[in-house]
Nanobody
Framework: EVQLQASGGGLVQAGGSLRLSCVAS????????IGWFRQVSGKVRGAVAC???????YYDDSVKGRFTISSDHAKMTVPLQMNSLKPEDTAVYYC??????????????????????WGKGTQVTVSS
């Protein structure tokens, strides 16, 4: 059984940084792509960043240059480093997996509604 645990959210002032972590179990990073998504209450969940098994990455335009996704196969974690945070980054952040994905990382992020497993979210609040 695949399990994902997202953590690291909190309250930060605009311009600050947070580092989210997604800890995975029950899967092999060699077979999965992993993405970070976020949702503001009442709005559609959107992709933030995705990474494939070979380390290729994709970022939504809204976070490009500020956020960095990576993966640590040994620790089975997918961190999301978030710098220069803005109030509009406030949302609940989720990590999710796509099984046997061998395509592009953008393809994973576009499949928001087709991901196979989701972790519980972690709240990020950026104050102005």
């Amino acid at each position: 059984e695949v399990q994902l645990q997202a953590s690291g959210g909190g309250l930060v002032q605009a311009g600050g940084s947070l580092r989210l972590s997604c800890v995975a179990s029950g899967l092999s990073f060699d077979d999965y792509a992993i993405g970070w998504f976020r949702q503001v209450s009442g709005k559609v969940r959107g992709a933030v960043a995705c990474i494939t098994k070979d380390g290729a990455t994709y970022y939504d335009d809204s976070v490009k240059g500020r956020f960095t996704i990576s993966s640590d196969h040994a620790k089975m974690t997918v961190p999301l480093q978030m710098n220069s945070l803005k109030p509009e980054d406030t949302a609940v952040y989720y990590c999710a997996t796509k099984k046997f994905w061998f395509g592009s990382p953008s393809g994973v992020c576009l499949r928001n509604n087709e991901m196979d497993d989701w972790g519980k979210g972690t709240q990020v609040t950026v104050s102005s």
